[in-house]
C-alpha cells in the first residue's frame, strides 16, 4: 500500500515551453503533497507544500507564478513549470501524507520527475 | 542556522565495518524523526521512524537524544547494497512541512 505515481518520469522541452508534472496516490488519500527539486548532488530542496482545495504554500525563495501548483483532490496534485529554461532542468520529486496515517508523520515519494530544459 | 544539518560526507567503509551518522536539528519542538535512504538518481524511501527510545532494525539502530537535539543512526555489518545518501529529518507536528537534511553520502567498498 501507500504508492505514489509520479509522470513523467523524464521530461525534454524546449526552453520557453510549460511541463506538467502529476503526483497521484493510488492507494491513500493524500492530505497534504509536498513538492521538492533535487540538482546533481546537493539535497531535496523543498519548494511548496500543497494542501487539497486550497493555495499551494511556498517556501522562500521560489516563485509561485512560475512554479504553478494545483491540488483538485484528495489524490493529485500538479506541478507546471511555466515557460521553462535550463536553469529549471532538475530533478522533481513530489511526496503525499496518508490521511489514515497521518500522525506517523511519514511521507511516500513518487519516483521523481527529471526535466531537462534545452 | 539550517534547520537539518548532517556531515554530507562521503563515508567510505570497508564490507563488514560498523558506521554511525548524526543529525542535528534546530527546532526544539519537533516530534517526529525519520532517517530516509536515496539511491542515485532515484526518490527518498523510509529506512526507519526514530523513537524516544531509540529502536533497531535487524543491523540499523536508530537514536535520539531530545536533550542535545540530535538523531543517530548507527548501520552494523556494512553490506556494498547499504551505499546511498541517507537522510534525516524532523517534524514538529504531523501536519507540518517535512525538511530533509542535506544528507551524509555511504560508499562500502569491498
Known amino acids: 500500500g501507500a504508492v505514489v505515481s509520479q509522470h513523467p518520469s523524464r521530461v525534454i522541452c524546449k526552453s520557453g515551453t510549460s511541463v506538467k508534472i502529476e503526483c497521484r496516490s493510488l492507494?491513500?488519500?493524500?492530505?497534504?503533497m509536498f513538492w521538492y527539486r533535487q540538482f546533481p548532488k546537493q539535497s531535496l530542496m523543498l519548494m511548496a507544500t500543497?494542501?487539497?482545495?486550497?493555495?499551494?504554500?511556498?517556501e522562500q525563495g521560489v516563485e509561485k507564478d512560475k512554479f504553478l501548483i494545483n491540488h483538485a483532490s484528495l489524490t493529485l496534485s500538479t506541478l507546471t513549470v511555466t515557460s521553462a529554461h535550463p536553469e529549471d532542468s532538475s530533478f522533481y520529486i513530489c511526496?503525499?501524507?496518508?490521511?489514515?496515517?497521518?500522525?506517523?508523520?511519514?511521507?511516500?515519494f513518487g519516483e521523481g520527475s527529471r526535466l531537462t530544459v534545452l | 542556522r539550517k534547520e537539518v544539518e548532517q556531515d554530507p560526507g562521503p563515508f567510505n567503509v570497508p564490507e563488514g565495518a560498523t558506521v554511525a551518522f548524526n543529525c542535528t536539528y534546530s527546532n526544539s519542538a519537533s516530534q517526529s524523526f525519520f532517517w530516509y535512504r536515496q539511491d542515485c538518481r532515484k526518490e527518498p524511501k523510509l529506512l526507519m521512524s526514530?523513537?524516544?527510545s531509540g529502536n533497531e532494525d535487524g543491523r540499523f539502530t536508530a537514536q535520539l537524544n531530545r536533550a542535545s537535539q540530535y538523531i543517530s543512526l548507527l548501520i552494523r555489518d556494512s553490506k556494498l547494497s547499504d551505499s546511498a545518501t541517507y537522510l534525516c529529518?524532523?517534524?514538529?507536528?504531523?501536519?507540518?512541512?517535512?525538511?530533509f537534511g542535506p544528507g551524509t553520502s555511504l560508499s562500502v567498498i569491498p
Open positions: 500543497s494542501n487539497e482545495g486550497s493555495k499551494a504554500t511556498y
Open positions: 526514530v523513537y524516544s
Open positions: 511526496s503525499a501524507r496518508d490521511r489514515e496515517r497521518v500522525n506517523t508523520g511519514e511521507l511516500f
Open positions: 529529518v524532523g517534524v514538529k507536528t504531523s501536519y507540518d512541512k517535512v525538511i
Open positions: 492507494d491513500f488519500q493524500a492530505t497534504t
